[in-house]
């Protein structure tokens, strides 16, 4: 792995959406931001999966991905591959968001009941809200309006690897805002904004 090019990334990207997620005024809101980097990193996530198992082996979808319908219509995708890069290997969006609390001796937010609820939500009105968080967007929205702009940031990264430079954009947040909002708060922003937005059909 290539530090230079995942920093280079990480780097470009912060700046880009600390320019596109500004008010009118030249405010920042920072819950927002930190919902839209993580909706960013849980979709890069499944991205991820998408280039490096549907496209680059030829694994059909429905191989790679469990597609489930909603009674409302939409189709939310789920495969233990994106989880692992949230949260199941060494370097899991989860690692890199765990370095900056553990370097600040900051607490951990409850990882499980975080996934348990981007499951539990799916399909409902729930979906696409990080919970006890104001936002300009739902998660979704999001991903809708940054990821074309982000991924031609990232795309530079190996294969399967975009989320890792997003990741250190997240991180690059955390220490950003960690005077207005606690770091287990922001952690847990994070997170439940990628572990719903892994989940997006788009």
Known sequence: MNATVYKKCADELFARLLT???GFDGSLHPQSFLCCIGALCGYACQQDVI???VK???LAPGSVFDIIPSKSGEKYLFSELVDNKLAGDDHSLWTYVSAVLVKAQAKSPDIENIFEYA???CGSEDFGKVRNCETGETITDYV???WRAAE???DEC???TMYAAVAMAAQKAMNAFRSVIPLTEQARIIMESAA???KIKI
Do not use: D, F, H, T
């Open 20 to 22: 596109g997620l500004k």
């Open 51 to 53: 280039n490096e198992y």
């Open 56 to 58: 680059g082996k030829g």
């Open 119 to 121: 499951v539990k939500s």
């Open 144 to 146: 809708k309006l940054m």
């Open 152 to 154: 031609g940031i990232i």
């Open 158 to 160: 190996p294969v399967g």
């Open 196 to 198: 719903q937005a892994a």
